[in-house]
């Protein structure tokens, strides 16, 4: 059971925190934010809380989790969109490093690069959106529909596979039953050191979605934790990309 927390805005007191638009005290927010998921999830204790994103105060909110974690609430903690150059700092400044690193990978944005970095630091690679959410055609992929159809398997599986060939952690979502058991009906077969090569030569390495470098889209989340302030419900918000 994993969680995602929010580096979150929070209207508290301090004044040493004033940010944009009033107070916001991450640390506090953060450690709000995970009582809740505990009350939501009606349990006391949560396998793995990632940090949502690398903005605002992620230091503080990362204080929270480091709490939690050695209260033993929470079991495991890590962080997503996180590049690798923030990943590298963000561990490096850290009491407690993080341990997973979510972020978009698929097999047109493959996360090469990335992966080396957070195998050096010892961090697991978690891929969201492991099928790109079908982007780019990717569940018609020709190059993925001849190796599935060599397993006699569906490309969904073969990304899967290779996925997990690569030591990359998945969370394929899927609201059809009978897809997500064929999502996980992915361990009785190996793809071949030349099918997954034929994989790797499909990598665009550009995100499919948007990045977490570009300007535009650090305003954009900006605009939303502002406007939670004033809705607190995250669950009617509009993707923007
Ligand atoms: N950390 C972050 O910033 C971040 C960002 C995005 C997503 N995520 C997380 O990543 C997880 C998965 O990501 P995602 O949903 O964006 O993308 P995804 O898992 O790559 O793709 C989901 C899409 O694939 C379809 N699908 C699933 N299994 C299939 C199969 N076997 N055959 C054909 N189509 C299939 C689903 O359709 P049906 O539902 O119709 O089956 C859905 O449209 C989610 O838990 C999400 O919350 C995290």
């Known amino acids: 059971m994993g969680e995602r927390c929010w580096n979150p805005s929070y209207k508290g007191e301090n004044p040493a925190h004033v940010g944009r638009g009033g107070c916001w005290i991450f640390y506090e927010a953060c450690k709000k934010s995970v009582e809740e998921s505990l009350k939501k999830l009606k349990t006391d204790y949560i396998d793995l809380m990632l940090l949502h994103q690398p903005f605002g105060d992620a230091y503080g909110a990362w204080r929270a989790l480091e709490e939690f974690y050695e209260k033993g609430i929470l079991k495991a903690i890590g962080i997503s969109n996180f590049y690798a150059d923030r990943m590298v700092e963000f561990a490096s400044f850290n009491r407690i490093k993080p341990m997973v690193n979510q972020v978009e990978c698929h097999p047109l944005n493959q996360q090469i690069e990335a992966k080396k970095w957070n195998d050096k630091y010892g961090i697991q690679l978690e891929a969201w959106a492991p099928f790109g959410e079908g982007r780019g055609g990717l569940f018609e992929n020709p190059v993925l529909k001849e190796i599935a159809a060599a397993h006699g398997k569906t490309t ?14 998945v969370i394929p979502k899927s609201t059809h039953k009978e897809r997500m058991a064929e999502n996980l009906n992915v361990f009785d077969f190996t793809l071949t ?24 889209m ?24």
């Not at 969904?156 to 952690?169: P, T």
């Not at 997954?196 to 990045?211: E, G, P, R, V, Y």
């Not at 650090?218 to 990309?241: I, L, T």
């Open 156 to 169: 969904a599986q073969v990304m899967l596979r290779w996925h997990l060939q690569r030591g990359i952690v």
């Open 193 to 216: 050191a030349e099918e997954m090569a034929k994989i790797t030569a499909l990598d665009t390495a550009t995100s499919s979605f948007f990045s977490h470098q570009d300007p535009a």
């Open 218 to 241: 650090v305003e954009w989340f900006v605009k939303m934790v502002e406007e939670r302030k004033e809705q607190q419900d995250s669950s009617n918000e509009k993707k923007a990309w």
